[in-house]
């Protein structure tokens, strides 16, 4: 009797999600820490991803002078970042570094890719060492970043030259086992909110559960695909295993956009988000009428996870599919 009760604690606490409570210890929360040199990018990328902040706007951010930290707390995503100024060092040992690399679940390491990053990648081999040998189980990943900025064939250039360079340097440090993942990203498009959902599903312990009930979930409503998305940011926490087409992430971004935005004018707003439990959204697109997403009504009633879905009746390419607000988008994003 006791032990099946103990299975069930074990079980109850494996799949609960997120901390309800804001009150819980800070301590409890994994970390994602954004590194780079300076004026690199790090606060942007927080600031657009977690704040709303336009991407224009961020030419005006304020250098940051001390370590910033912020929490975001949803019904999947329960972490904290903490932003390291370019010119300070996170292995100072006035800075605890043990303590913070302890519980650090994801290390970001920003590249200006429009700059030269020869120092920036010897200072990011450096750290990632130090920081794998505290702790073993982080992430590491590497934003190649500004990347709005190059061209098609530059990008992937830039891309492979990170790559090999971060690898030869681990080596003459003498680190064999570091894994580390590369993203090419810009605030001017959709590639930073679709690395940040990267990043976020790696410290998600329910990630293959959730996979598997979505695809259970498409099988069952003749859906082609269907994401589990945090609306506030628009990182995907989940999506189900086929592959994610960029064009169809981007569509589902668009639609939320125009969902919060609505709601924003007609929602209740009773607990100080706009698209609450009672709301739900269907758009039809009007040229692809075969095309419907869906945000289905809040998963857990106090946070802002939602499911959306795209469906269609029949299997089509949509990669050249743009929404009127796709369109709209990619203008307010254009540089
Ligand atoms: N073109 C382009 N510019 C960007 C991008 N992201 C950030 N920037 C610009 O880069 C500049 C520096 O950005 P910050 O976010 O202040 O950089 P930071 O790394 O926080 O800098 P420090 O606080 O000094 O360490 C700003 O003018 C941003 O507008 C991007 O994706 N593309």
């Given at each position: 009797m006791s032990d099946n009760s103990d299975v069930e604690v074990e079980d109850e606490e494996e799949y609960k999600?997120?901390?309800?409570?804001?009150?819980?210890?800070?301590?409890t929360r994994p970390t994602v820490v954004l590194m780079g040199q300076k004026r690199s990018g790090k606060t942007s990328i927080r600031k657009v991803v977690f704040?709303?902040?336009?991407?224009?706007?961020?030419?005006?951010v304020e250098s940051t002078a001390r370590i910033t930290k912020d929490t975001v707390c949803s019904s999947f995503i329960n972490f904290e970042t903490i932003e390291f100024p370019g010119?300070?060092?996170?292995?100072?040992?006035t800075l605890d570094p043990v303590n913070t690399f302890k519980k650090c679940g994801a290390l970001l390491f920003i590249i200006?890719?429009?700059?030269?990053?020869t120092d920036a990648i010897r200072k990011m081999a450096d750290y990632f060492a130090k920081a794998y040998r505290i702790n073993s189980k982080i992430k590491f990943e590497v934003f190649v970043h500004?990347?709005?900025?190059?061209?098609e064939e530059n990008r992937v250039e830039t891309k492979f030259e990170v790559y090999h360079a971060v690898k030869e340097e681990l080596k003459e440090l003498g680190i064999k086992d570091l894994q580390v993942t590369y993203h090419l990203t810009?605030?001017?498009?959709h590639s930073i909110f679709e690395a940040f959902s990267k990043v976020v599903q790696n410290l998600v312990r329910q990630l293959p559960t959730l996979e598997r009930l979505l695809d259970i979930f498409n099988q069952g409503s003749n859906v082609t695909k269907s994401f589990l998305f945090d609306i506030s940011s628009k990182i995907y926490v989940a999506t189900d295993s086929l592959p994610v087409e960029m064009s169809i992430y981007e569509l589902c971004c668009d639609m939320i956009d125009v969902t919060l935005d609505i709601s924003s004018i007609y929602?209740?707003?009773?607990?100080?988000?706009?698209?609450?439990?009672?709301s739900a959204a269907v758009i039809k697109l009007k040229k692809t009428e075969s095309w419907s997403f869906y945000s289905a009504k809040?998963?857990?009633?106090?946070?802002s996870s939602r499911l959306c879905a795209v469906r269609t009746s029949k299997s089509r390419d949509i990669s050249n599919t743009t929404s009127p607000v796709s369109r709209r988008a990619s203008k307010k994003y254009s540089t």
């Amino acid at each position: 009797m006791s032990d099946n009760s103990d299975v069930e604690v074990e079980d109850e606490e494996e799949y609960k999600y997120g901390l309800q409570d804001d009150s819980e210890p800070q301590d409890t929360r994994p970390t994602v820490v954004l590194m780079g040199q300076k004026r690199s990018g790090k606060t942007s990328i927080r600031k657009v991803v977690f704040q709303k902040m336009s991407p224009n706007e961020t030419m005006f951010v304020e250098s940051t002078a001390r370590i910033t930290k912020d929490t975001v707390c949803s019904s999947f995503i329960n972490f904290e970042t903490i932003e390291f100024p370019g010119q300070m060092c996170p292995f100072d040992h006035t800075l605890d570094p043990v303590n913070t690399f302890k519980k650090c679940g994801a290390l970001l390491f920003i590249i200006d890719a429009q700059d030269d990053y020869t120092d920036a990648i010897r200072k990011m081999a450096d750290y990632f060492a130090k920081a794998y040998r505290i702790n073993s189980k982080i992430k590491f990943e590497v934003f190649v970043h500004k990347a709005d900025g190059l061209t098609e064939e530059n990008r992937v250039e830039t891309k492979f030259e990170v790559y090999h360079a971060v690898k030869e340097e681990l080596k003459e440090l003498g680190i064999k086992d570091l894994q580390v993942t590369y993203h090419l990203t810009s605030i001017y498009d959709h590639s930073i909110f679709e690395a940040f959902s990267k990043v976020v599903q790696n410290l998600v312990r329910q990630l293959p559960t959730l996979e598997r009930l979505l695809d259970i979930f498409n099988q069952g409503s003749n859906v082609t695909k269907s994401f589990l998305f945090d609306i506030s940011s628009k990182i995907y926490v989940a999506t189900d295993s086929l592959p994610v087409e960029m064009s169809i992430y981007e569509l589902c971004c668009d639609m939320i956009d125009v969902t919060l935005d609505i709601s924003s004018i007609y929602g209740s707003g009773e607990y100080g988000i706009p698209f609450d439990e009672h709301s739900a959204a269907v758009i039809k697109l009007k040229k692809t009428e075969s095309w419907s997403f869906y945000s289905a009504k809040s998963i857990d009633s106090w946070h802002s996870s939602r499911l959306c879905a795209v469906r269609t009746s029949k299997s089509r390419d949509i990669s050249n599919t743009t929404s009127p607000v796709s369109r709209r988008a990619s203008k307010k994003y254009s540089t």
